[in-house]
């Protein structure tokens, strides 16, 4: 029997949250706190427990960029201010991302990375990792604002790709995906991605962005790059955090509580618990509905949401070559996303109702998401060979509902309706084991050690589709969004397996070359092999070149598979259909194929004057198959393309404009090819007795184009039209622009940083009347021009162990490019969401006390 949405929640979920809340009460303020000490190797033994026993480190330095991998050999990175016993981080800090050498530092990377320390994730003020990340490095967007379900869900994106392109690591081990696919139009569509913000902001110590493709080390989605997030592992201490924000307009009020300690297992071991609660309230961005002149429509707005999340992380040397660790994360939000506003006159046949909703109503989309990660694992070293065995087993379920509003056909055939629902639920699972090995080698007549590494892993997938409530399904269903039939209900899997080989040596004084090659086999789609070349050369200790070239893959999802939904509005219907069922096959589509990429990238690390630090990486990345919503019918044909598959649509739908009802299906619908440039630069001014100024800038540029669009086969005509090619190639930020300073001085820290946002490119539906109201082939082309935004942050240090923080990001309140009035659903989003540019909220100004102990 197929599972019920309802059947998706765990109980007790608000016991336990009230027990967090409780807890964070005793403290008004906290911390991701100063770290002491050096980072710990993922495969170090008994003295890399005792070492992440003692401290962690801080990775980089203060500036809100993300210290790169960029000084020459032997020169490292302006250092933040330490405190006492803190270890220099920045281009000193061992990395365990896009290597699988032991104790390999950052300055001697082979590859772009990008070290992002907690002190600078906690300057942003962002109550998020994601929004946090994306004030750091410019390689990364975020969306502008969702839609429904998918703005509930936090994914980040590199080098303009979809977050399904980008692998996120916890620990250097693959993080399960979410359940919660964004199935709405735009450039994150069909994505189920990591949700970062899952994982408490309190447990992170630093973050390892590795830009560039690395299937063959990782496997699937690591076409655009790694995020690799290490979590604390210090066995002494504690450290609170308090974040109190609200926008420009005097909305989105925001409340995080960030607590973490740790504490020591006898003298072999530590563990080390963390704990976030965080709160947002809406925002409201929508101009007049053109319908009642009024703002009572809600729908450009940011979703209100809840979330709950701890982690527990520990380590234990079992002998002295032998560790044992552990992980574990769980994480509950609770969210609520406006939909169009519903006129009162729409109930008018129903009087009982009017009662309710006298003045009309706007259902919100509600998801109550559990989330949790479980890790064990043992290594150590044996004989020279380093060895690691490790089992994760991840699951994230989503129970989407809808309240405040009806079902018109329930309530015509009985006199009765709801007015919450049950429409939805999710469940996504991943259970991944793993074996690692690696040595290092001396040959004969070889001048520089090998390094040899390999291992083999199985990985399990599971996905579950529950059906809507019976209040749900029945006619046409509940208005906005109608309950899953049980025709697109079901329970799905496949399994994985994988085998890889890695070899790093030198080839001559300052030549180093790396070769990764990788088998992957899913019961699904098939098999893939990847390989990647990697070199880097020191010319002197100022100067050093490198590159890349590999090719990679991301296999589609069971959600891109099987997912399906239909969205209705007061006078539109979409529909998207599963690319197997009976009413896409009847239309042109067939089984999804996995993208396949090809990558190559290539650099260049200068140290010109003492302190100064450059990089400069250009890339090319060609993707082949595409994975996007194709198809894109209209009017009748959508209409039985829908009913074959069991949807219940609105009895009046033969009245409507045609051209604005639509479905489509998730196909591979193109071939593109992303070219772009990064540049990174850090600069050291020592004042004397008036401290220091570290000095950061960063830039991407980048630039997708389409080479090859699939045709529909019963058709002939192209899968996409020219708002789908947009979302693939100009949607996202043609350029990013980072750069400013931090001055340190005694207790005070003043960072003032300066984001450019490039322009991005859609085409809009006309929704005016006229003769290309709800156009499929006839659009408007919208440019969202070029953005400016300051953020600015002063510190100070009241006691060694409090410090306060006053701070604000997009301090003047720069919005997007305003859409134009013909071309906004009834009138009210002005700012154009299906984009991953500058954000809808405006300015936000926040207050954050730290506490270390």
């Known amino acids: 029997m197929l599972p019920r949405a309802r059947l998706l929640s765990p109980s007790d979920t608000r016991r336990r949250a009230l027990a967090l809340v409780a807890t964070t009460c005793l403290v008004s303020c906290g911390g991701v706190a100063q770290a002491q000490g050096q980072t710990q190797t993922q495969a170090q033994t008994r003295t890399g427990v005792q070492a992440g026993a003692r401290s ?37 800090a061992i990395v365990v991302t896009g290597t699988r050498e032991i104790g390999k530092k950052a300055r001697d990377s082979i590859a772009p990375l990008d070290i992002v320390s907690r002190k600078q994730i906690a300057a942003t003020g962002q109550g998020t990792l994601r929004d946090a990340l994306s004030l750091i490095l410019p390689s990364l967007t975020t969306p502008t604002a969702g839609f429904d379900a998918g703005a509930m869900t936090d994914t980040i ?55 560039d493709g690395a299937s063959a080390q990782y496997g699937s989605d690591a076409v655009a790059g790694v995020v690799n997030i290490i979590l604390k592992k210090q066995a002494r201490g504690f450290h609170a955090q308090n974040i109190t924000g609200i926008t420009s307009e005097g909305d989105g009020y925001q409340q995080g509580v960030y607590l973490d300690g740790g504490a020591g297992l006898g003298n072999r071991g530590f563990v080390h618990v963390s704990g976030d609660f965080v709160h947002q309230d809406h925002t409201y961005r929508s101009a007049p509905d053109n319908r009642t002149g009024t703002y009572q429509n809600n729908i450009l707005s940011q979703p209100e949401q809840t979330r709950e999340s701890v982690a527990i992380n520990a380590g234990y040397d079992i002998t002295d070559d032998i560790q044992a660790y552990a992980m574990g994360t769980y994480a509950h939000r609770a969210a609520q996303s406006y939909q169009n506003y519903r006129l009162a006159s729409s109930l008018r046949a129903y009087p009982e109702y009017q009662a309710i909703y006298p003045w009309g109503y706007s259902p919100l989309e509600t998801l109550n998401e559990n989330d949790y990660e479980l890790k064990a694992g043992v290594k150590g070293v044996f004989h020279g060979w380093h060895w690691d065995v490790s089992s994760v087993y991840g699951r994230d379920y989503d129970d989407i509902g809808l309240i405040n509003s009806v079902n018109l056909s329930l309530n015509r055939a009985t006199g009765r309706t709801p007015t919450s629902f049950d429409v939805q639920g999710f469940n996504n699972q991943q259970w991944t084991n793993d074996f690692d090995f690696s040595r290092k080698f001396t040959f004969s007549g070889w001048p520089q050690s090998v390094n040899v590494a390999g291992g083999a892993s199985y990985r399990y997938e599971g996905y579950s589709v529950g059906t809507g409530s019976p209040d749900s399904l029945y006619g046409s269903g509940s208005d906005a969004l109608a309950g899953t039939n049980p025709g697109n209900a079901g329970n799905y899997s496949r399994d994985v397996t994988a085998g890889y080989v890695d070899i790093a040596t030198t080839l001559a004084k300052g030549l180093q070359l790396d070769l990764a090659g990788r088998y992957e086999h899913y019961t699904d789609v098939g098999n893939t092999e990847n390989g990647k070349v990697s070199l880097r050369y020191d010319i002197t200790k100022r100067i050093a070149l490198r590159g890349t ?145 570290d000095w950061d800038a960063a830039i991407n540029l980048n630039r997708t184009r389409l080479s090859h669009q699939t045709t529909n086969p019963l058709t002939g005509a192209p899968l996409l039209n020219a708002s789908a090619v ?21 207790k005070w820290t003043i960072g003032l940083h300066e984001i450019r946002w490039g322009q991005t490119t859609n085409q809009l539906t006309y929704y005016a009347p006229g003769p290309n109201q709800f156009s499929t082939t006839h659009f408007l082309e919208y440019q969202n021009k070029p953005k400016w935004t300051t953020n600015l942050d002063v510190s100070y240090r009241v006691t060694p162990r409090w410090t306060a923080t006053i701070g604000g990001n997009n301090i003047f309140s720069a919005y997007p490019t305003r859409v134009p009035d013909g071309n906004r659903y009834l009138g009210a989003p002005q700012y154009y969401m299906s984009t991953s540019q500058l954000g809808i909220n405006g300015g936000y100004y926040y207050f954050r006390v730290n506490y270390d102990l």
């Open 726 to 746: 947009a979302y693939l190639t100009t949607a996202y930020p043609r350029s990013k622009i980072i750069f400013g300073g931090r001055w340190t001085h005694a």
């Open 157 to 211: 994106s590199l080098r303009g790709l979809n977050p399904n392109e980008t692998l996120v690591l916890v620990d250097g081990k693959r993080r399960h995906t979410t359940a919660n696919i964004y199935s709405n139009p735009g450039p994150q569509q069909g994505s189920t991605a990591p949700d970062i913000d899952m994982i408490p902001m309190a447990a992170i110590d630093h973050v390892e962005v590795l830009r």
């Open 549 to 693: 070239i590999s090719n990679g893959f991301h296999a589609p999802t069971l959600a891109q598979k099987y997912y399906s939904a239909l969205n209705i509005s007061p006078t539109a219907a979409r529909g998207l259909i599963g690319a197997g069922s009976p009413g896409a096959l009847a239309n042109g589509s067939s089984g999804l194929k996995p993208e396949r990429s090809t990558n190559a990238e290539g650099g260049f690390i200068v140290e010109p004057i003492r302190n100064l630090h450059v990089t400069t990486d250009v890339y090319q990345i060609n993707m082949r198959d595409r994975i996007m919503p194709g198809g894109n019918i209209s009017g009748a044909t959508a209409i039985n393309a829908m009913e074959q598959n069991g949807f219940a649509l609105p009895s009046d739908i033969g009245s409507w404009n045609q051209s604005a009802i639509t479905a489509n299906w998730f196909a591979n619908v193109a071939s593109t090819r992303t070219q772009g440039i990064d540049i990174t630069a850090t600069y050291l001014t020592r004042l004397g007795p008036y401290g220091r100024i």
């Open 56 to 92: 962690s480190s801080d990775a980089s330095a203060t500036g809100s960029r993300g210290a790169s991998s960029s000084s020459g050999r032997g020169h490292s990175h302006a250092a933040p201010v330490r405190a006492a016993g803190e270890v220099d981080g920045g281009s000193e």
